[in-house]
């Protein structure tokens, strides 16, 4: 999501949900919106009249069908206790805090509207993270431990610091954009001990990049069966200002990792979008553009679960964007699993591994791919590949050879590394395996700019001395030779 703007009275993912009664994951005509922020208020602080207004404004009608509530920005605050910022609506400054700790009491502004848009048959989560430090776990045992915190002060356990009193919200979201990504699987896990003793029923998201693979989210999700994740297709260089640009448009990569790689076969995957041109850097497309986009995507892409949008207040001030986004994908929207008919992969001619293909060339390949410049190589869904998949297709038309070798996922979330045994294409993700970095050791707390580790904007490393910052998200891509970073200077 967009960096956190801490307002005083002016002030996305993973996502853990509880089933509300008119909610569906499984249908392709969803609608998510970001609830908190202020974002508006945020990048118009003289237009207080469209600043944000109380949740339960954003549930009167069936447009949204669910709203993570962003953010819980620290993990381990004072006492041990999370912090919550929810800008001009709940904070540390205008609310009391329980005492010992920094985490903000908003029973009285929010415990009523969580109850009345559950009421409505909405989703209502806790978004953990944003563009916030203040995330992460050093051990497994602060990840299992925390799971049991956010369990009991937001979810279904119960403490004497429950922020939204006796609301019990439908999940969580994790929107991690930083703070490092050990350890979330194990606390995934450990919430679900939680749900799997419950009564209820839980679904899981995340929101990562839509930089494939996501430096901060791709290990979790690959290693947890999440059931759709929210792609942010703005502030990056695959944002949706470039669809339709098969070197930079890729829903079809996340589409073949929700087919082919993600623990769950049935995962949904969703366009990320700003509500309004001052709700993001980069991204935004008109509401005609972006109705187009989802219905050719939905077309395309069998995955395919509905539209994610920063913000409730971005959204209501430019003209109820949400309400042509909804209205657009409740036409010819289904439910339960069903997609639309794919058109067969023969239609397009298969792959020749004997040919060298021109930029804008198609072929078949168990997708249909085009090709994003000249390529020869066999399509994959690899970072460097020379194919973007454009087209989920069905039956004969080229197929991509079986390969048992494994690919190694190193994660932290156990005392064991996750293996993943790859039956599809080779190379669908590079490893996360950390080489020797030839350009020197550790400066203070910035770590050494490593060869197969990806990064993300604003992210700093040390190279031969010298400290560097990522102007965007690269892999493999030394500081010293790359544009894509910055020299700050000698490490002192």
């Not at 494939?212 to 791709?218: E, F």
């Not at 792959?351 to 020869?376: C, F, N």
Request: net charge neutral.
């Amino acid at each position: 999501m967009v960096p956190i703007r801490i307002i005083h009275c002016a002030a996305f993912a993973l996502s853990l949900i509880t089933l509300g009664s008119a909610f569906d994951i499984g249908c392709n005509s969803n609608v998510v919106g970001y609830w908190g922020q202020n974002s508006y208020g945020a990048a118009n602080g003289a237009d207080t009249a469209n600043w944000q207004k109380p949740l339960r404004t954003y549930c009167q009608d069936d447009t949204i069908d669910m709203f993570p509530i962003a953010f819980l920005t620290t993990f381990f605050g004072t006492g041990g206790k999370p912090v919550i910022n929810i800008a001009n609506t709940c904070n540390t400054v205008d609310q009391p805090v329980f005492p010992g700790t920094e985490l903000a009491n908003c029973t009285s502004v929010l415990q009523e509207d969580i109850k009345y848009c559950q009421s409505r048959g909405k989703a209502v989560t806790l978004s953990l993270g944003g563009a916030t430090g203040g995330v992460g776990f050093p051990s497994e045992q602060q990840a299992s431990a925390f799971a049991d915190t956010i369990w009991n002060d937001f979810l279904g356990g119960s403490s004497n610091t429950r922020p939204f009193g006796s609301a019990i919200l439908d999940g969580i979201d994790l929107d991690i954009e930083g703070g490092g990504s050990a350890y979330y699987p194990t606390f995934l896990n450990a919430l679900k001990r939680h749900f799997d003793a419950s009564s209820r029923k839980y679904y899981v998201t995340a929101a990562p990049q839509c930089v494939y693979p996501d430096a901060n989210l791709q290990n979790t999700i690959n290693a947890f069966p999440v059931d759709a994740i929210f792609v942010q297709f703005y502030n990056n260089p695959c944002g949706l200002q470039t669809y339709g640009q098969a070197a930079n448009w890729n829903f079809g990569q996340w589409d073949y990792w929700a087919r082919n790689i993600s623990p769950n076969p049935n995962v949904k995957v969703y366009i990320g979008a700003p509500a309004s041109s001052t709700a993001a850097g980069s991204g935004y497309v008109p509401l005609a553009t972006l109705q187009n986009i989802a219905r050719q995507t939905r077309q395309q892409f069998p995955s395919f679960g509905g539209v994610m949008y920063w913000d409730a207040s971005q959204a209501y001030a430019n003209g109820r964007y949400d309400v042509g986004i909804k209205s657009s994908l409740s036409q010819g929207g289904s439910c339960g699993g069903s997609a639309p008919s794919l058109p067969l992969c023969s239609t397009v001619p298969a792959w020749v591994s004997t040919r060298t293909y021109t930029a804008g060339s198609k072929v078949s390949y168990q997708y249909i791919w085009e090709a994003k410049w000249s390529a020869s190589a066999a399509p994959s869904n690899g970072v460097n590949s020379e194919w973007s998949p454009v087209q989920a297709c069905t039956g004969a038309g080229g197929s991509a050879p079986t390969s048992t070798s494994t690919t190694m996922l190193s994660t932290t979330t156990a005392s064991s590394t996750i293996t993943i045994t790859s039956t599809t294409t080779a190379m669908e993700l590079p490893t996360t395996t950390t080489q020797p970095t030839p350009g020197g050791g550790q400066c203070g707390s910035v770590a050494a700019w490593s060869l197969n580790q990806a990064y993300s904007a604003g992210t700093r490393v040390v190279y031969n001395g010298n400290i560097y910052v990522a102007k965007w998200w690269n892999f493999n891509e030394a500081p010293d030779k790359s544009s894509a970073w910055t020299a700050q200077g000698a490490c002192e």
